[in-house]
Each structure stands twice: as structure tokens, then as C-alpha cells.
């Protein structure tokens, strides 16, 4: 017996040392997520938020409309941008307006995957911090096959200097036009490969960030980026008809760009996203709309 | 549950210490733990299959007990083929019937004949081949006098049913196993720190060799028409080191578990890839299942006491039933095949017992005659694999007509350098190590503290960095 106590003693205690370095680092991510949301809070001149998902990313460059602040990241479905509003609000961001990114791609079922599914482990430990405890243990029970990979973007995402936790605007692309194969692999992914329907997910979260805005009387906006003509006109019809439908039901201010006309050099290859020079192009045309109407 | 899992990284060390705290010292009590754990543990499978492998552990102990009391050789006969043939019936049924029906289809219609056979929608129960083999192993050796039959229905059950071996071996003996089950078991902390050690060895061969490789290999094989030679040769190398992580880092797994219990398994591999020839190579892969054939099929048969001809014909036969033993497919039959054809010089020559001894023992480096011998003996089984591997016998086929093409000697177009470097840290490992029973038994034992234990975080970093999706292994489905 005392052989076997020794054996649980030292196997612990071999355990114990990565547990503890992994926690440390989580806390330590902890409070760097803490630290930026803080910077937001006393930054008092912001009063515009851009938020979503790499369509606004990429689409609208924050330093070139003032008291601004750029927030999306990539594959950022509206269940964490819920979430991340209720982080800002509850840390004491005081904003006027957001702006969310609104696209018929929002509302398809292509996303939950990055929620719940196998692409939860590398999107999901972007929020990991800001997410309730609830959400936190269901992103743990929904990565439980892939835990060692999930805790490790957690780390691995703690550690990169880029601003993983909020977001701001990145776009790599320059100069690059839309072409029309890598516009049908994505229109492939997001709407046509026979199993997309409407996500019942994306669109309870879309009304549940509706009534939080409402709640703290912030001005919600819909911004709609541009979209390649070919890759547009190939949606098919139920998305539109929901992307609408939702629109009027919460009787909501939309910016569309989609039919903005733009230089071929402003796409990148999908056709989904703007290019760097589209970028300047479509906040150009923001600013202008902001400074004629709601910025005043 | 698979090993690589977090549920079984939680199920684990609560049997552990329900073995070993709750049930102790008192075997009767460990046993029945044993049994409704593994039952447990096969039933997050597929909880309905459970009725089968309890049904072939009743039938197998009862036939066992019958033949034992039997009377007449005529009874001990009866009891024993009809064990022999219900066992026998479950695999065909749910392994072989559908080839057998399809095959068939296809043979007539070579002859213009159009048949369309019934065929059967059913999964295959995971393990079948393994247990169904535990129970064969029991009932030949009581039939042969070897064994008496064992009268507790629990202590048998833990030896069919087992849950480090239940899925994918090792392919157990009664013999063997049975006397550990029913003898009392004292923790040994050096047993335990070695299964430990073993389990850790395993992970990393499933989850950072097997799992890394399997990407790059399965990219290749499902769209190898548009690769180049070369390209398809690395493909059949990944594919060749995917295999023996997957199956090698199972047994490693299971045979660590089995110790953290008191319990030894049968070793199941050995270094296959540092052997000169193939004949080694089958002493030194899947030892269990060649040791099955050996003793219940090729002995049986005459094995080599008959002359050439008669040693030719059993390993024909054994190399067939082997590759069939893998899977309802041609590929599997060619590849059995191909190894018997790989086997045969060593079996007319007499020299299939050269390389009993480990490769270049005592010394750091092989010879050159040794280096190219293991070499050669490493690529004869990458080309068999490339069967093993195919989902046809017509794929297999192209691919090994795309390697030999005229691309062979261009730069592959997929190099991934990481795997590279992690499979030559593997294969350093398991070369110094090559002495032991598993490759990390004995490295640094006589170091500082600081390096062992270093070596341990550093795969448990590795295991950890590469986990993704607790793959399944490749011989479940066997």
C-alpha cells in the first residue's frame, strides 16, 4: 500500500508542474485580455464600434474615421460578438453606435462549426476570456476530443502580440482581384454544399445583441461590405429572403456596400472580402455616409 | 472511448484506484471490477454489440466445460467444432459474408452471368476478430489437452474481455493470461512506473508518428493519380510509418495499462522496421497474431516437418489467412500474398532463423551490410503496404505503376520538414532504445533525473501540441 501512495504521490506531483505552468499562462492571458478591454474603457474618445467578422475586419480601416474603434476578427459568428459586447459593456465601454457586420453569410449554418464543431478549437479560443463560465465549460465540452490543441490556442493565442482578443482591422491582401474559382469554393462552403440552411444559433444571437444594444441604448447599425457582382448574384434565394426578413422584423438601420462599385483590384480571390485598396475605398464612402447622417 | 481520449484519460485512474484501493486484496472483487469496467468500456462503442462478445464468452466457457467432461472423443468433438463453427459463423457473417456475396456476383458475371446478391447492412462489431481469437485459442487448447477449463465464469470473461487488449489485441493465450487473472495481484511500483513510461511511449507513437503521418498519407493515396513518383513513394513511406505508430503505439498503450493493473500482456512488436529480412520482420510485427497462426494453423497444418514443399504450402497458406484475418478485400489477400512471396527464398534456403539476435547489438551504428539489409527489408514492406492501404486492388495496382514512373527521381511536391524531422527523432529513439522491451524503457535510466524526466515533459508536450481529434486506430476495424 505504501508503494501505491508513493506512485499516486509522484505521478501528481509530475502532473502537477505543466498544470501549473498552463495555468499560470492562463492567467496571465487572462489579464492581458482584461488590460485591453480596460485600454478601450478609458479611451474616452471612442464612440463608434465596428464589430463582426472578417468582412469588417477587412472592410473598414478605424484610423480613418474618427473616434472610432475597428473590433471584428475573422469567422467571428454572432454568438461571440454577443458575447463580446456584453464583455465591453459590462467592463464600462461607453460607445454611441456599433456597427455589426451584417451579410447573408452571417445567418448560414456553415458557422456554428466554428462554434461547436471541429473548427471550434482554433476560433473559440479567441473568446475563450471573455465568455461566461457557462459558455467557457460548454466550449470545453464541445473541444473535449481536441483538448490538449484547444488549451494550447488558448495559449498559443495569449502569447501572439496581435490583438486576438478584441480585434482590429488587418487586411494582407494588396491589390488582388476575385476569381471566379476560389468565388465557388467559398460560395460552396457558406451556402452550397447541400447541408447549409439557416442557423437557428447565428440568428437567436443576432436578436439577443439587438436587445443588449437596446438595453444599454447603443445605436446599432448594420453594415453590409462589399461583395464581388459574380459571387453575389450566385446567394441563393433563402438567405436573401432571411437576411431581410430579419432586417425588418428589427426594423434596423442598414449600410449596404454590396452594390458599391469598386476597381477589380479592390476584391481578394473569394469575391467575399474587400482587398486593402478596397478597404480605403468602401471606409471612404462609410465616412462619407456617417459624417451626412448619423455622425454628427 | 479510445485510448487518446480525454474519456479514457478520466475512466483510467478511476478504475486505477477502485482496483487498488476499493478491491483490494481480494481478487474475486478485482475481477468483477475488471469485467464490468471493460464491459463499460466496450459498450461506448456500441453498447448492442455487448451482447454478442458475452454470448461468444458464454458459448466458448461452456463448450470448454462440456469438453472437458465429455465422455467420448465423439462428444469432446461435438463440442468442440460446434464452438468452432458459431465462432467461426459470427466472423463470416459480419466480416466476410458480404465479400464472399460480391465476390461471387463478380465471378459470374464474368461468365455473363448476372447475379445480385443479397448482402447485409450491418457495422462490424469493433474487436470481433480479436476476441473471437481469444475464444478459439481456449477451446483448441482444451481440445488438445494443453489447458483444463476454466470453471469461474467471471475470471474467464476478464481474459476474453480484458479492456487494454479488448479491441485490438495483443492476441491473448490462455495460457498465458488466465493464471495472472486467477493468481493474487500485488501492486509493483517498477511495473507500474514501466506501464506508465509505456503508455506515454504509445501516445506519442499514435498521436505525433501515426496521427502526422496519416494526414500527408491520406492527402496522397485519395488523389494519388495526380502525384508524381516520387511524391506517391513518400506516401507509401508515411503511410508505412502511420501503420506501425498506430498499432505498435496501441499495443505499447495497452500493454502499460494491462501493467498499471499487475497484469503482463504478450508482447506485440518489436522494432519490425530494424530487421534484415522479412523473416524477421514477422517475428518482430504483430507478434501475437503470428504466434496465433504459428501454433493453431501452421503446427496444425504439418508446419515445416513435411519438407519444402509442405513448408512452401503452409506459408502460403498462412500468409493468406493472415491477410484475409485483416479484411473482406483483395487488397489485404494480395498483401498477405506479396509476404509470403517475400518470405519463400528464406524458406527454401533454410535461412528464415538468421536474424533471431538484435540488429548491430552493443555497438551505436549498424554495419553497412546491415544498414542496406534493413534498408531493403524497410522498402519490400512499404511496396506491400501500398495493398494494405488501397481501397481496391486496381488502385494499389496504379499507384505502384505511379511510382514507377518517370516523376520517381523529381522533387516531390509535398515535403512537409516537420514530419520529416519528428520521424527521424522516432527513429533515433527507437533504435537506441532498440534493446528494450519498448523504446523509452531504459533511455537515460542511468542519467540525472533532470534528463529523464526531461525527455517525459518533452513528449507529453509533443502529445499534447499534436492532439487532434482522437483519431481512431486502424486496426479497430479489424
Known amino acids: 500500500m505504501a508503494n501505491i501512495k508513493v506512485f499516486i504521490k509522484k505521478v501528481s506531483f509530475f502532473l502537477s508542474i505543466p498544470i501549473i505552468l498552463v495555468s499560470i499562462i492562463l492567467a496571465f492571458t487572462n489579464r492581458k485580455v482584461e488590460k485591453i478591454i480596460s485600454g478601450l474603457n478609458k479611451d474616452q474618445s471612442i464612440k463608434m464600434l465596428f464589430m463582426g467578422d472578417s468582412h469588417i475586419q477587412k472592410g473598414i480601416i478605424d484610423s480613418l474615421i474618427p473616434n472610432s474603434a475597428n473590433v471584428a476578427q475573422n469567422s467571428e459568428s454572432f454568438y461571440f460578438t454577443y458575447f463580446k459586447i456584453k464583455k465591453l459593456f459590462k467592463s464600462g465601454v461607453k460607445v454611441k453606435s456599433i456597427y455589426l457586420g451584417y451579410s447573408y453569410h452571417s445567418i448560414s449554418n456553415y458557422y456554428e462549426d466554428f462554434i461547436f464543431g471541429q473548427n471550434s478549437k482554433f476560433i473559440a479560443p479567441k473568446y475563450f476570456f471573455i465568455l461566461p463560465n457557462k459558455q467557457k465549460i460548454k466550449m470545453f465540452v464541445s473541444n473535449r476530443d481536441n483538448l490538449g490543441l484547444f488549451v494550447l490556442n488558448i495559449i498559443k493565442d495569449g502569447l501572439n502580440p496581435y490583438n486576438y482578443y478584441i480585434g482590429q482591422y488587418a487586411n494582407k491582401f494588396k491589390n488582388t482581384k476575385a476569381n471566379k474559382s476560389s468565388m465557388d469554393k467559398r460560395l460552396e462552403l457558406q451556402y452550397l454544399d447541400g447541408l447549409n440552411e439557416i442557423s437557428a444559433i447565428n440568428c437567436h444571437y443576432f436578436n439577443a445583441i439587438l436587445e443588449l444594444c437596446r438595453q444599454n441604448e447603443v445605436q446599432l447599425v448594420l453594415v453590409n461590405t462589399p461583395l464581388h457582382p459574380y459571387y453575389k448574384a450566385k446567394i441563393p434565394s433563402k438567405f436573401v429572403g432571411k437576411y431581410e426578413e430579419l432586417i425588418k422584423i428589427g426594423k434596423l438601420q442598414v449600410i449596404n456596400f454590396n452594390d458599391l462599385k469598386l476597381e477589380p483590384n479592390s476584391f481578394i480571390p473569394d469575391g467575399d472580402h474587400v482587398s486593402s485598396e478596397g478597404a480605403i475605398l468602401t471606409t471612404n464612402e462609410l465616412y462619407k455616409i456617417l459624417n451626412k447622417t448619423i455622425v454628427k | ?478
Request: aromatic share 22%; hydrophobic share 50%.
Open chain 2, 1 to 478: 472511448m479510445v485510448f487518446n481520449s480525454i474519456s479514457f484519460a478520466i475512466f483510467l485512474p478511476i478504475v486505477f484506484l477502485l482496483y487498488w484501493f476499493v478491491s483490494n486484496k481480494n481478487r474475486k472483487i478485482q475481477n468483477l471490477l475488471l469485467l464490468t469496467s471493460s464491459y463499460f468500456f466496450y459498450a461506448c462503442w456500441d453498447w448492442r454489440f455487448l451482447f454478442l462478445l458475452i454470448f461468444s464468452t458464454a458459448l466458448d466457457f461452456f463448450t470448454g466445460s462440456k469438453m472437458e467432461t465429455a465422455k467420448t472423443v465423439a462428444s469432446k468433438k461435438f463440442w468442440f467444432w460446434l464452438s468452432i463453427s458459431i465462432n467461426i459463423s459470427f466472423l463470416g457473417v459480419f466480416k466476410y459474408y458480404n465479400f464472399f456475396a460480391e465476390s461471387f456476383a463478380d465471378i459470374m458475371g464474368n461468365f455473363g452471368l448476372q447475379v445480385n446478391p443479397f448482402t447485409l447492412k450491418v457495422i462490424l462489431p469493433v474487436g470481433i476478430s480479436f476476441y473471437t481469437f481469444h475464444g478459439l485459442s481456449y477451446v483448441i487448447d482444451i481440445f488438445k489437452n494443453r489447458i483444463k477449463a476454466e470453471h469461474d465464469f467471471i475470471d474467464y470473461a476478464v481474459f476474453v474481455s480484458f479492456f487494454p487488449l479488448l479491441v485490438a489485441g495483443p492476441i491473448e493465450r490462455a495460457t498465458h493470461l488466465l493464471p495472472q487473472i486467477k493468481k493474487e495481484r500485488n501492486f509493483d511500483y517498477q511495473k507500474a512506473v514501466n506501464g506508465l513510461k509505456q503508455i506515454l511511449w504509445g501516445l506519442f507513437k499514435k498521436i505525433v508518428i501515426a496521427d502526422q503521418c496519416a494526414q500527408y498519407a491520406n492527402a496522397i493515396f485519395d488523389d494519388y493519380s495526380n502525384h508524381s513518383g516520387s511524391t506517391l513513394l513518400l506516401g507509401a513511406i508515411f503511410f508505412s510509418f502511420q501503420i506501425y505508430g498506430d498499432f505498435s503505439g496501441y499495443s505499447d498503450i495497452a500493454l502499460g495499462t494491462a501493467r498499471l493493473f499487475g497484469i503482463e500482456l504478450l508482447r506485440n512488436f518489436a522494432f519490425p522496421y530494424f530487421s534484415r529480412d522479412i523473416a524477421e520482420f514477422w517475428r518482430r510485427w504483430h507478434i501475437s497474431l503470428s504466434s496465433w497462426f504459428r501454433d493453431y494453423l501452421y503446427f496444425p497444418l504439418g508446419g515445416s516437418s513435411g519438407g519444402t514443399w509442405m513448408k512452401i504450402r503452409n506459408t502460403f497458406l498462412i500468409f493468406l489467412v493472415s491477410g484475409f484475418w485483416h479484411g473482406a478485400n483483395w487488397t489485404f489477400i494480395v498483401w498477405g500474398l506479396l509476404n509470403a512471396i517475400y518470405i519463400m527464398p528464406s524458406i527454401i534456403f533454410n535461412t528464415n532463423r538468421n536474424h533471431i539476435d538484435i540488429v548491430a547489438k552493443g555497438n551505436y551504428l549498424p554495419s553497412i551490410r546491415e544498414f542496406f539489409m534493413m534498408l531493403s527489408t524497410f522498402f519490400l514492406t512499404v511496396f506491400a503496404w501500398i495493398f494494405f492501404r488501397s481501397a481496391s486492388l486496381s488502385d494499389g495496382f496504379s499507384f505502384i505503376k505511379g511510382i514507377f514512373s518517370s516523376s520517381l527521381f523529381s522533387i516531390p511536391s509535398i515535403h512537409p520538414l516537420d514530419l520529416f524531422i519528428l520521424l527521424l527523432i522516432f527513429l533515433t529513439i527507437e533504435w537506441l532504445g532498440r534493446a528494450s522491451q519498448f523504446a523509452i524503457e531504459n533511455t537515460f535510466e542511468k542519467s540525472s533525473n533532470f534528463l529523464r524526466y526531461g525527455l517525459y515533459y518533452l513528449l507529453l508536450v509533443a502529445i499534447f501540441f499534436y492532439n487532434s481529434a482522437g483519431q481512431q486506430f486502424i486496426y479497430f476495424q479489424f
